[in-house]
């Protein structure tokens, strides 16, 4: 027989009756605040089209890597699952069959915050009162196809019941941001914002790039076969992301190396990434210069500038070359900030007014180097724990870690990252829930007074986020 | 006075009432288990011969380096200890006056899994009720030789008590397996396999490396002086070993480097090694490449793989000069596995059937690489905290920084990995302690339910490790 | 309205109630131990001279870069917080200004030890009983002043009222001692005593550094312009330390590098070094050699050697051009200890009375590496977490990461390790708390005996930091 699904309302607090107790009483506090989503991947022609989601499989199962990466490494095919091959060959086709293969492997997911998630998704926003598995999985593929095609589970109608004050994609230079402006021209009141990427066109090793960059300077009228003209574009299409309420750029390298390169080196290294002729340290070292560049426009039209870095993009070979790009094959790498990052901070580290927020995938930058160059550089600020570690143990390590050199003040409140939309209220609700949970311990064991445990709940679910992404 | 000796039955269990509550209902589910020992080092020949073991010192201090080193550590000359000098050198013949050592200084071990492992063995193999001391010493060890004298305490005897199902050594190709043979032409049931462990084979820096390839050319009658003859040889001492009930090989190697070399230049390697004129880095190239030629033999006969890397081999020069290997100085290393596995990845990382179970002394490479990998890679399963983390707080650690992205079921339950094998139901029950208190802290804040709990209590105390290793 | 400063008497303790009532007890037995302080900051001067300290601001905040970086981090001048610039530039020189200053952005400390030692402080050394804030500022300000002018809070006061029963400074071995000598010389009964910390005529990277050997040459009598007497010259100022009292030294590298060089290399390196023409890596082979030696002189002398390698000095660059040293700007690099003290332990390892203690800014050292190799090597210790990880997170996770392997012997109980004079007492306050919190977690969970811990909590707090620095 299938079992209840319940969602226990002290989920994630300590076992620890006095810390549950102050762990509730600062979450009531925060737990209803709007969401803010500074940082993200969802899609903005969902908001401006509004269509219904397609089906269940089509919207949690498919474009999640999250979910299918963990049904993969037990052994179930790509190709089962749907997954499109690159050369189109033959996969399944059939929703409800892969429905049943995430319901028959639910217990593969314990321990996980996928499980969390999926699991506040299914009780919290479709009401289911009993867990997936293969017996119920009809039951919910049905149910949840259903509730998607009725207007209340639209698109901009879950905007709205999530909360959501305001949302952030994520976009290359060469969008037109088409999606965005048809929302603010719409009479629909949700806040959907992009932020600028331009990896497409400031890495070198990215497929299409020279191509990319001739269509940029097509894009803003500039030759951007010179380095000057490219960096023109750059000024001009940040320029026209802000006008739109754009307030990041975003930069997913795979290292936080930084470089200040003489004009006739970078000038020479341009010309031979266009050429296709940069080695994989000629590439790096273009990155590194650009990520200073990106800093003195931060400078000048006051975006905030964030740094992804360390993810080993599609790891494994077999799978990007039948399947394609983010297939779960990312894997974080050792990361080191302190040498990487200096030449960047000694020609803009103390600049007022530069905001460099720093993510990573390697948590032991934490206590050694994140902390330490956030409780120093007036620029640098903390994301919060990323991609793997975005769970209740990478929550409590993060803050564990951080807080007693960097402080509270220099992190930025949760940013939910994903592309998995149903999921955006779980995913701030956990990092609630944690945040409440570490305060709790901090007044329990008196390093921190309860007003001012209540103060900062309440600026980790939402003012910081608010003041460090100028929203 | 000699305080009491007591195993407290909650030991190792949250200090809060209600976890404790749950890992212990927990704990009684799979307290009386059968062990399974997958991996690890004990020697067959106590099995097929069943002689009794001679006294204390000699089972357990002079064979333990995880004891000696403390007392090493604290200023004690491992003469004393009667640790043998590969020169012959006079040392301590005293048993009991090495025995008085240990004992005279047991508080060193306070907040030690050696601790914990020794009190295990002696109140529960030997009933004392008093703890080591100066002053039980002689009582200590007149009892422990008296009993060992028993055919109570014969090798078979304690196999049985011990409710062990299955017991793995570690053997290199070139051994005969004879005592292995002789258990199972014995009308005793234990069952004791071995697993396939060909560094001395495969590591050119392995004193005696080329001696050992001649004479594994001589036992399988190839010509192990071209590489085709060496590969051939491995192919027909795998199937030897697997013959015998084998179902693993096992890779001690420095890193977890992996290489797909052309032939023309694996075999100008091999002929190099063979004339002890590689480098080191030609020979961290030749195991690279010998690892990935493993896998395609594990993929070809179904021997599950598993690799132990990291480890700074006999790194007290002055020790390993007087003593020889083995002596307590060895001592992790930073490993990755990101870069390094990625060609044999690239190759067989999506072959079905194949298994690779990785182990790592470096404890970093928990959330930031292996639980990445293992999450993805359908080959790739984590083999349980090892050596120096094979301990409450390293066990503790491998779930909080594994679970959440590789889950429960890339993970393969436990290993003992040891040679001291009254410590064997001590170490299991150090696991299962620790796995159910692990457990009972996700059930009380809510990420799993009791059930489920209870399920994966029996999987991560007996199951897992059969399934893994194809017992 | 102000809040009321209450240190609970029960802080840092677990909230779980079990564990808090024995984690007290513990405490209760060493609360009032006197202070060992083997390695410090602290200027003789103050207790040589026993001048009244100046006020607040020049007392608690200029001198403090734990406190003014978390300022500075936030975006506030460090001209406005007085901090002199190297050229003379006029910085603020209103005291009570900038105590307004800290008192209106208390709050970023939240979380922070920093925040635990003032309110410290405040409550124990100056008796406030409300917390300090804007509107509290002006009382505090002129609270700390008078208080500063009485007797009661001279330097030689606060000493003996601090119960400190040693304290221990760095000095260069260009320093003549006169303010130790001094204080020797008194009537005080104080014990202050000094390290040997060669930094400054060891480093070629040192500002002056061949100025400081000429001169170090010019102090001892010896040419200094050659190896061998530049290594005569350390012999005979390590004896002038050690007639006054002196018992450890103490180095400062940027990373644990040893070596162990041909004479003729080490004579060139120096050469080199004198002239200036050193390499960044031929000065760091230069300072690798001189631990060697420096290893040498202490079986020589029986000095304890102290390593605290790690630090990337001054990162800010253009804070470090326009304030100079020591401004908060030194941020820790990965540390590896496993190759790089190879060749010293290759000589010296073993040596029966030699003691090396070893510190970390990287905390994945401590599993890794620094536990595994104070767990066999008899010369080899573990200090205390240093700098950044002297906190409370940063001790549990020091306990937690090195016990299993090191065990609590390995390990020379707390350093303050602090020129803060005044936050001394809550400084170990804090970590007899910590340590007293952990082993009351082992006791709880059965893996220490009451009797055992009540031993160790005096011996961590007390008698192994004695032993250790041999005082």
Redesign the interface.
């Known amino acids: 027989m299938a079992?209840k699904l319940v969602?226990?309302p002290?989920?994630?607090?300590?076992?620890?009756?006095?810390?549950r107790g102050v762990a509730r009483q600062l979450y009531e506090t925060v737990r209803a605040l709007p969401i803010i989503s500074p940082h993200g991947h969802t899609d903005p022609s969902w908001f401006s089209g509004n269509a219904p989601f397609e089906n269940a499989t089509e919207l949690l199962i498919k474009p999640d890597h999250y979910v299918f990466?963990?049904l993969?490494?037990?052994?179930i095919a790509l190709e089962d699952l749907g997954i499109a091959c690159v050369d189109g060959s033959a996969v399944e086709q059939d929703c409800r069959k892969i429905w049943h293969l995430l319901a028959g492997n639910y217990?593969?997911?314990?321990?996980?915050?996928s499980?969390?998630w999926l699991d506040t998704v299914f009780a919290e926003v479709f009401g289911f009162e009993q867990v997936l598995c293969a017996e119920t999985a009809d039951h919910y593929y049905d149910t949840i196809n259903a509730a998607l095609a009725t207007d209340a589970f639209r698109p901009r109608a879950l905007f709205e019941r999530f909360n959501i004050e305001l949302l952030s994609t994520t976009e290359s230079p060469l969008s037109d941001l088409a999606h965005h402006k048809a929302i603010a021209a719409s009479s629909w009141r949700g806040r959907v914002i992009s932020a600028y990427r331009p990896d497409p066109v400031v890495d070198p090793e990215f497929e299409g790039f020279a191509d990319a960059v001739r269509q940029f300077g097509a894009l803003t009228g500039e030759d951007t076969s010179t380095f000057q003209g490219y960096l023109r574009a750059h000024r001009l299409r940040r320029a026209y992301f802000k006008e739109t309420g754009v307030t990041s750029t975003d930069h997913g390298h795979p290292t936080a190396r930084t470089a200040e390169l003489p004009a006739a080196e970078i000038d020479a290294l341009f010309t031979l990434a266009l050429n296709g002729q940069a080695s994989p340290e000629q590439a790096e070292l273009f990155r590194a210069h650009m990520l200073t560049e990106m800093a003195a426009m931060s400078i000048e039209d006051g975006l905030v500038m964030q740094l992804h870095p360390g993810s080993?993009r599609n790891?494994?070979?077999?799978?990007f070359q039948r399947f394609g790009r983010d297939k779960?094959?990312?894997?974080?790498?050792?990361t080191?900030y302190?040498?990487q990052l200096?030449p960047l901070?000694?020609k803009y580290?103390?600049t007022?007014g530069f905001t460099l927020i720093l993510f990573t995938?390697?948590?032991?930058s934490y206590?050694?180097?994140l902390?330490?160059?956030?409780?120093?550089?007036?620029c640098?600020r903390l994301g919060p724990p990323w991609w793997?570690?975005d769970?209740?143990?990478?929550m409590r390590r993060f803050r564990?870690?951080t807080?007693?050199?960097?402080?509270?003040?220099?992190t930025v409140g949760f940013n939910d990252d994903t592309r998995a939309f149903l999921s955006i209220p779980a995913r701030h609700d956990v990092a609630r829930r944690m945040d409440c949970n570490w305060l709790a311990?901090?007044v329990?064991?008196?390093?921190?007074?309860m007003?001012?445990a209540g103060?900062?709940a309440v600026e980790l679910s939402y003012s910081l986020a608010k003041q460090a992404y100028k929203l």
Chains 1, 2, 3 share one sequence.
Do not use: W
């Open positions: 079992k969602l226990h002290d989920r994630l607090f300590s076992a620890d009756e006095k810390q990466r963990m993969y490494s037990q052994g217990h593969l997911y314990r321990g996980t915050p499980r969390l080993s790891h494994n070979a077999q799978v779960g094959a990312d894997i974080p790498l050792q080191s302190v040498e200096k901070l000694d580290g103390n007022p995938l390697d948590e032991t206590s050694r180097e902390a330490p160059l956030a409780g120093h550089y007036p640098l793997f570690h769970s209740p143990e990478g564990q870690q807080t007693e050199t960097a402080g509270f003040y220099n311990e901090l329990c064991d008196h390093r921190l007074d007003d001012e103060e900062l």
